[in-house]
């Protein structure tokens, strides 16, 4: 009898090790820096799904009350998941996004756009750019984050369901409210980083985060960063999405109906804090996307570049890409980046990554920037 159920135990506990890859493996985690071995052993247990075109424009463009009865804001379930985003965390919050926090690609691209008024070749780059480098290519589905702090300690899972949270790809260094990655925990609020936000609205915005204090917090949070931080990187594409985020807080959190562009430390508070919209706010009276950026940089010129060698020793790249060098951004997206975690991908995951940069590509095809075909075409 004793001897029967020890085993039942053993048989259970090692078909449950022997199916662990795909039961610890969510339908949602990055698939990249897999070795062949796992890719083998994981892909074939994954609902495989033929990535659909994205939603294109909306067809009414203008403001309109978003913060309506359809889009509750509500508390965080048990495995929900939030990550470095107040964009997508509060559209989560609302129901704009699954509130599970897991989301395709066409869902978030016509989240952002709905609800924001993200403009579609924005929407579909930022988008397209997280999933090839976060997302499962063979699910289409796409995580907004880590996993929640709700749940207590983590579960045991691979390394690479970070969603949004995996460093230095597409998350990054000198966010204006989450510190770090050298510093530990990279993605949920930092109140000494969100009090220092609070401070520099007061201090060169009378209360309202408006352009000059995007402008005086940017070059504010490089200089720590430099200072503090031995492993500070700002190459592309961190040199690009720290400029562009630090316009987002003026151009979407701000309502639409008010033509002057700052945003209240009060409503910061509901977005960066709580992923909750302002009571009765209403979307950006034009589709947008940070096109304030270039103003940001212009305050305070930087090249983009690195830490080499500790604190205080950074260096510009001259490989990265910067503002003069758009279309490097693209091509050392494509070949470094997704190259570097994709090497030798095969079967529907080759297919799924030709799929996913096309709509990439497509997302700037006016920039005049040539499209490269790294896994060849369909
Ligand atoms: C379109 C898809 C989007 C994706 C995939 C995305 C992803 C991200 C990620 C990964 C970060 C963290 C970067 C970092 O600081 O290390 C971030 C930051 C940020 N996002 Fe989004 N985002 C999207 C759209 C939006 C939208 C529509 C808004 C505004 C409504 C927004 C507002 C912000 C802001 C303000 C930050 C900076 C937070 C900080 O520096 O503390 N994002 N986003
Ligand atoms: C907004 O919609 C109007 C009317 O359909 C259109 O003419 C305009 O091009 C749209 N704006 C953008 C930026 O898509
Ligand atoms: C918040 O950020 C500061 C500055 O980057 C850092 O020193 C501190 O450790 C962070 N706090 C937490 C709780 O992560
Ligand atoms: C931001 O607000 C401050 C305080 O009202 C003001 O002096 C400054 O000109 C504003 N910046 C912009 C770009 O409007
Ligand atoms: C906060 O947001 C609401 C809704 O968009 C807006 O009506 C209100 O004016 C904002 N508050 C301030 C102080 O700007
Ligand atoms: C790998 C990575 O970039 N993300 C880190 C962000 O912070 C969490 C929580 O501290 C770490 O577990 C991740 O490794």
Redesign the pocket.
Known sequence: MLSNTFYTIFTLISAIIHVSPSLAFPSYGSLASLSERELAEIVPRLQSTNPPKPPGPLKFNGTKLV?DSAHPWKPLERDDIRGPCPGLNTLASHGYLPRSGVATPSQIINAVQEAFNMDSGTARFVTYAAHLVDGNLVTDLLSIGGKTRKTGPDPPAPASVGGLNTHAVFEGDSSMTRADFFFGDNHSLNETLFKQFIDFSNRFGG??YNLTVAQELRHQRVQESIATNPTFDFTAPRFFTAFAESSFPIEFF??G??PVR???T??AT?FFRDSK??????RAAAPTGGSLALDIFAAYPIAAGKNVNGINTYTPDPTSADFDKQCLLYTNFVTKTVGGLYPKPTGVLRRNLIINLGFLFDAIEDSGCTELFPYGKL
């Open positions: 913060h209360g309202f701000v309502d109906r008010n700052g945003l209240s009060v409503n509901l919209f302002p009571v009765d706010f209403f």
